[in-house]
């Protein structure tokens, strides 16, 4: 499959959908695996059934989808359930975003971006040619969970602690994209990041 493949990731509130909704009128096609994770779930699933069968009767809303926010406070306090919810959804969520990726390719894309919270978790940067971080203080971190997800400041804090330490995601990053300051600023880095991946990648130098 001969298609430029980009990861954005970043923590919880870091600012990574923004930066694809970015890409996306840029001309990248995004894919976004929190998108993905829902869909992979839903009734008639294959995955929604284990989901059942792994969080209870409970953990189901009126309307038969799951309850996010149910399952959300389960696997902040359990370990041993996330664990055991990952096993269920990654490998669906993994198998439909490169499906997705390669019809892109066929339908003639030369690129495309992707939205992947949990990129350096799963050991998966080396399934792209470029990944990215979106990086910002914890303090704005938790301040955004809080009014995103009406959520309290001590569960804000609490979903933080359970993902990978920031320093490391820089570390393994090609590139770092900083979302401390404005929004004008952050769209500026996204832009530059446009021009040298197209400049870099994506142009044949035999032209």
Known sequence: MDIFKLAVTGSAGSGKSRVCQRLFSLGWPVFDCDRIAREVVEPGQPAYEKMVSLFGPECVAPDQTLDRAKIRAIIIESLEMRKKMEAIQHPAIL??????????????????????PLLFELSMEDRFDYNVTIAVDPS????????????????????????????????????????????????????QLDGFLRKQFLTDPSK
């Open 95 to 116: 198998d439909e975003l490169f499906n997705r990726i390669e019809a892109a390719f066929y339908s003639g894309h030369r690129m495309a971006a992707a939205e992947v």
């Open 140 to 191: 704005v971190m938790v301040d955004r969970i809080v009014r995103r997800d009406k959520v309290s400041e001590a569960s804000a804090r609490k979903m933080l602690s359970i993902q990978m330490d920031l320093e490391e995601k820089i570390r393994r990053s090609d590139r770092v994209l900083w979302n401390n300051r404005s929004e004008q600023e952050l769209m500026a880095s996204v832009d």
